[in-house]
């Protein structure tokens, strides 16, 4: 059983990049019949965050950069390659985004508006590299058209 003192101390680096309220509904999460299953989410998105490459880590590595992490918002999709979130003003990510399902880009994201305009993280991301995610999205905007 995971000790609840160990999953609070986690909060801290999770409040950097992820919303009040989806924070508030992993800790929900805690205190349910699968509260094990919550924990284990709280544990590996700070697991992620502490070792996320930070801005310019990556730097060369071009398609073959891992994406860390995933946000979503209705046809919007954001991942997050480099994270700097050593705190006001710097909470930027370096990333692949696709605003409303149009074609994707690399560059650098603002965190703080991404969670203030509704962006969810993905807690079931499985780690993707920037080419491959550049390819999925590249072809589902394609196929979109193509019909």
Same mark, same amino acid.
Request: charged letters at 25%; aromatic letters at 10%.
């Given at each position: 059983?995971?000790? !609840?003192?160990s999953i609070f101390s #986690?909060?801290?680096?999770?409040?950097?990049?992820?919303?009040?309220? &989806?924070?508030?509904?992993?800790?929900?999460?805690? *205190? $349910?019949?699968?509260?094990?299953?919550? *924990? %284990?989410?709280?544990? *590996?998105? %700070?697991?992620?965050?502490?070792?996320?490459?930070?801005? @310019? &880590?990556?730097?060369?590595?071009? %398609?073959? !950069?891992?994406?860390?992490?995933? @946000?979503?918002?209705?046809?919007?999709?954001?991942?997050?390659?480099?994270?700097?979130? !050593?705190?006001?003003?710097?909470?930027q990510a370096y990333g692949?985004i696709r605003l409303n399902? $149009?074609?994707?880009?690399?560059?650098?994201?603002?965190?703080?508006?991404?969670?203030?305009? $509704?962006?969810?993280? %993905?807690?079931? @991301? !499985? &780690? &993707?590299?920037?080419?491959?995610?550049?390819?999925?999205?590249?072809?589902?905007?394609?196929? #979109? @058209? #193509?019909?």
């Amino acid at each position: 059983m995971i000790i !609840a003192e160990s999953i609070f101390s #986690r909060i801290g680096n999770l409040r950097k990049v992820m919303s009040d309220h &989806q924070i508030a509904c992993l800790l929900s999460g805690t *205190k $349910g019949v699968e509260s094990e299953h919550y *924990k %284990d989410l709280i544990i *590996k998105v %700070d697991d992620i965050v502490a070792k996320c490459p930070l801005t @310019y &880590q990556t730097d060369g590595q071009g %398609d073959n !950069a891992i994406c860390q992490m995933h @946000y979503f918002k209705g046809d919007s999709d954001v991942y997050i390659v480099e994270l700097d979130v !050593a705190g006001p003003p710097h909470t930027q990510a370096y990333g692949v985004i696709r605003l409303n399902g $149009g074609y994707p880009e690399l560059g650098y994201i603002d965190l703080d508006e991404l969670i203030k305009y $509704g962006f969810e993280l %993905d807690l079931y @991301y !499985a &780690q &993707q590299t920037v080419g491959e995610v550049m390819r999925k999205l590249t072809y589902e905007q394609t196929r #979109r @058209y #193509r019909k």
